[in-house]
Nanobody, 126 residues
């Protein structure tokens, strides 16, 4: 499985970006997906996750209300809509695929994911 994240860029505070993560192969629709981020000098942290069916989602407290995760299983793609961006959202954002299939869970722990994309950089200027 290969995951390709894109959509990052430079945006002013208060602006919006939509990240996409496209998965190759057939092993996508039955797996939960997650987004994590890593800011310079900091550890990777959980951002959002969605279960394989899309019926369960989970968000970090810092992004609740502002970010929305969604998925299109027909396109093998998961999205992260980011609104009201803040300078503290600046980071490299990674998508990841859940380790186990058909588990109705939106996991927040990195250990629950086995495949990771290469990351897309988001910079929010003040």
């Amino acid at each position: 499985v290969q995951l390709q994240a894109f959509g990052g860029g430079l945006v002013q505070a208060g602006g919006s970006l939509r990240l996409s993560c496209a998965a190759s192969g057939r092993a996508f629709s039955g797996y939960g997906m997650g987004w994590f981020r890593q800011a310079p000098g900091k550890e990777r942290e959980f951002v959002a996750a969605i279960s394989w069916s899309g019926s369960s989602t989970r968000y970090a407290n810092s992004v609740k209300v502002r970010f929305t995760i969604s998925r299109d299983n027909a396109k093998n793609t998961v999205y992260l809509q980011m609104n009201s961006l803040k300078p503290e959202d600046t980071a490299v954002y990674y998508c990841a695929r859940g380790r186990y299939d058909y588990i109705e869970r939106a996991g927040e722990r990195a250990g629950e994911y086995d495949y990771w994309g290469q990351g897309t950089e988001v910079t929010v200027s003040s």
